[in-house]
């Protein structure tokens, strides 16, 4: 754990972009069976399978569908060296992406391409080893082991200094961040989803003690249910009911290079840094650093975090800035004259980390000897919901009616597709095929 800076009055590092106005914007329905708050990779998802159970469900989205987290993600969709409560739901993600492929006349973008991470040492060869059969008690793994010859077979182009041989999984895939959630949300639409955009939900309605519905800045919706899948905004939206949500914002940066011409496979990773290849030929690239700025939110949750910050090596930098004094404002007694903070900040993003960029630049060029002269076209920063263990929260809340599903730690596009299938079990009241205890909010201690 590193300190990024110590400032209140230096400018913050969120960054509201513009919505333009949408002539053909959806109207407000009256009623629903389920309102899903959130139109990212696992609110389309959990509006998806809802529908597909018969349910009549509204997704609301205060800007456009997956413009937020999901279209700034890197794009993997893997299982490979995922333990604990992520594991079943990578693994069980994997083959949804695949029926979500093959039964409907829409490409999501996912591709099995399979993936190749470097290994450094013996020792990371061995704890691959035995999460390998670990891994295999819970699900279907294909991972493999690859000694030097067959890492330089596979990967010619790399040379990772220190390299002793690599793990390689076949059947972890990619998905485009910006197809995806267009794609899942005419997938949605075609099984009667109605998709309202611009439209913040700025509270949950409450009857005779549980949710009956959502109040949003264009009226009332009532419903059964109510799906939060709102992301880092979930917290916020669970506070004004007293639901301690443990769950955090932190911001990650990813850095896209010109287009290239090389055979470099389409995703992969060298310790160092990781790729995801795009169709125009360009890479998309980041490592694990992440920046955390100072709340009162953070102080808040200060005891359930502390094991994971104190475990940290060096990859999460503590940062107080603006952003502390601009939490201090949104938590202000509303006025009706005063915009929500929903309203105020309907596609959220974050200033870049640029150098970090350039640290992650500099592995490229010199782990990919061919790549050596290839220069930055973009960059981009999103803000991530983070909980202690990097696994979501999927449950039914204290408020009867009201479900939760968040928390993906970076990691919605290879766990969302499961854990919305289980909040929509939930909801109906089937049996999940994963067993949803674990993933319960009381396993923090806040």
């Not at 230096?10 to 309102?35: C, I, K, M, N």
């Not at 597909?52 to 969709?77: D, I």
């Not at 916020?236 to 940066?253: A, E, F, H, M, T």
Request: proline share 7%; hydrophobic share 45%.
């Amino acid at each position: 754990m590193n300190l990024a800076g110590f400032n209140p009055f230096r400018p913050g590092r969120r960054l509201v972009e513009p919505v333009a106005p949408d002539p053909d914007q959806a109207d407000l329905p009256r009623s629903a069976d389920v309102a899903v708050v959130g139109g990212g990779i696992a609110g389309l998802i959990a509006a998806v399978e809802l529908a597909r159970r018969g349910q009549k469900v509204v997704l609301l989205e205060k800007g456009r569908v997956g413009a937020e987290q999901t279209s700034r993600a890197l794009g993997w969709v893997a299982s490979l060296g995922d333990t604990g409560l992520r594991l079943p739901l990578s693994l069980r993600s994997k083959e949804l992406w695949r029926s979500y492929q093959n039964d409907h006349a829409i490409d999501t973008s996912f591709r099995a391409c399979g993936l190749t991470i470097v290994c450094r040492s013996t020792r990371e060869m061995e704890m691959f080893a035995a999460w390998s059969e670990t891994a295999r008690a819970v699900g279907e793994v294909d991972a493999e082991p690859l000694g030097l010859p067959d890492l330089a077979a596979r990967l010619p182009q790399v040379t990772t200094p220190g390299a002793v041989g690599a793990w390689w999984q076949p059947s972890d895939g990619v998905v485009f961040p910006a197809q995806v959630a267009p794609a899942l949300a005419r997938i949605a639409r075609n099984l009667g989803v109605h998709i309202v955009e611009t439209c913040a939900v700025r509270e949950i309605d409450r009857s005779a003690g549980r949710a009956s519905g959502v109040a949003t800045e264009k009226g009332l919706l009532r419903s059964s249910a109510v799906l939060l899948a709102g992301g880092a905004w979930s917290r916020r939206l669970l506070r004004d009911l007293g639901i301690n949500l443990v769950q955090l914002p932190v911001y990650s940066s990813l850095y896209r290079t010109e287009p290239v011409t090389s055979d470099l496979p389409a995703i992969g990773a060298t310790g160092s840094f990781a790729w995801a290849r795009r169709e125009d030929g360009s890479l998309v690239i980041g490592n694990n650093s992440a920046i955390a700025s100072v709340t009162l939110d953070s102080l808040r949750l200060l005891r359930p975090f502390l094991p994971s910050l104190l475990s940290d090596h060096g990859s999460l930098s503590l940062d107080l800035d603006a952003d502390f004094l601009q939490g201090l404002r949104d938590e202000r007694v509303r006025s009706p004259h005063r915009p929500f903070a929903y309203e105020r900040n309907r596609m959220l993003g974050a200033v870049p980390d640029a150098a970090n960029g350039l640290k992650v630049l500099a592995s490229l060029r010199r782990e990919i000897p061919s790549l050596a002269q290839v220069a930055l076209r973009s960059s981009w920063a999103g803000i991530i919901d983070v909980t202690p263990d990097k696994a979501p929260i999927i449950e039914q809340t204290g408020c009867a009616g009201l479900y939760v599903c968040t928390g993906f730690s970076a990691h919605g596009l290879a766990m969302a597709p499961a854990a919305a299938e289980m909040a929509a079990d939930l909801i109906v009241g089937n049996d999940p095929r994963l067993a949803p205890g674990p993933y319960s909010n009381s396993r923090f201690k806040a």
